[in-house]
């Protein structure tokens, strides 16, 4: 018992650390890619369209950010502890 608690840990342990590094990795490309655009939308026109990727992808980025440490102000640790609780309750745990 005390096995598959530790293993299920080091699993969920394992996730985090993979989606804290995609993070980390969808960070840095942002921080280079979307200075190149600001620079060829500045070279080639003066729409400024090079904001739609920097929004969409800065949200994207802050959604994973989110997601990667745990941040969610509409789901968060309460509300899931809450609803572990219920789902053994109802399933007699």
Known sequence: ??????????????????AIREFYVS????????????????????????????????LGLIGKGMAAYGINPLWGKVWEQRKIQELMNKEGF
């Open 1 to 18: 018992m005390e096995k598959n608690r530790k293993e299920a840990s080091y699993t969920m342990a394992k996730e985090q650390v993979k």
């Open 27 to 58: 960070s840095f490309l942002y921080c280079i890619i979307i200075p190149v655009l600001i620079w060829i939308n500045y070279q080639t026109t003066s729409f400024p369209w090079a904001v739609f990727p920097a929004l969409g992808w800065g």
